[in-house]
């Protein structure tokens, strides 16, 4: 007799210690999933000291996710997620494979071994789906970090023609920025040769609610961090990457599409 299909899947988030977004969005993706799909999710966060969004709080915070690792993998989570996007951008171009392949090690040593999406990884690898060379840009981040995400991503082969930076220096205000806004903001944007717009480069700056009023005003498709992140986290269990209400990357056309790495 064959094994029965697991049906309850573990998330676990790598948070950092003022992030009060990527605990909202991700379980809000995931159980509007539950609605079309019979997989189930519960949610299990272990967090990194950071409030500030500098260059120095990042450097000491990825220092700390080792041992977010570790206590996940103490829950024997099914995936990991790394919820910080610059923070892995800030190390060093190509640094998310880095962090993705020693987080995953840490789980293997604890004896769970773990599929780790980082979100700048899965933002990478979620506009490689869509086919995206060229985007358009809205980021919360100050002035210097933002044009951090901008390089890191042309590294990756996804030309930024155009970005706003909102420069909130404080990540609980980040939080609080009034994801209604974001579509006039992105359609103040020179969109108009983009493949894709990113709605916010950052897991922390809500979004999922303005993301499908986002595409129906600039007719095109439009991602968040956070929405790349839960795409590629589906990806990594092996399940169907499909959720209503987050967009085209969700909508099962990249249902299937391949994981990074």
Do not use: W
Not at 49 to 66: C, F, I
Not at 78 to 100: P, Q
Not at 121 to 136: D, I, M, N, Y
Not at 153 to 178: R, S, T
């Amino acid at each position: 007799m064959s094994a029965r299909p697991q049906l309850t899947y573990r998330i676990g988030q790598i948070v950092p210690s003022s992030n009060v977004t990527m605990e909202t969005e991700i379980p809000a993706i995931l159980r509007a999933r539950e609605r079309v799909a019979p997989e189930r999710f519960t949610f299990h966060s272990s967090r990194m000291r950071m409030t500030h969004v500098t260059p120095e709080q990042l450097k000491a915070m990825d220092a700390d996710s080792d041992r977010c690792a570790d206590e996940l993998s103490d829950a024997r989570v099914d995936v990991l997620g790394y919820a910080c996007l610059v923070a892995i951008m800030s190390t060093g171009l190509g640094y998310h494979r880095e962090s993705e392949a020693r987080l995953r090690g840490r789980t293997a040593a604890n004896g769970a071994p773990a599929p780790v999406v980082t979100s700048a990884g899965a933002l990478v690898q979620g506009l490689h789906t869509l086919g995206a060379r060229k985007v358009a840009l809205v980021a919360p981040y100050m002035a210097p970090l933002t044009r951090t995400v901008v390089d890191y991503l042309g590294h990756e082969g996804i030309e930024v023609l155009d970005h706003v930076a909102l420069e909130i220096p404080g990540n609980l205000d980040v939080a609080a920025h009034d994801p209604s806004r974001l579509p006039g903001i992105a359609a103040a944007l020179d969109h108009a040769d983009a493949d894709a717009v990113v709605l916010s480069a950052c897991v922390q700056m809500p979004s999922l609610d303005a993301v499908e009023e986002a595409e129906q005003r600039l007719g095109k498709p439009v991602v968040s961090a956070a929405v790349c992140t839960a795409h590629q986290m589906l990806r990594a269990l092996d399940l169907p990457a499909v959720a209503p209400g987050a967009g085209h990357l969700l909508s099962g056309a990249y249902a299937d599409a391949p994981a990074a790495g």
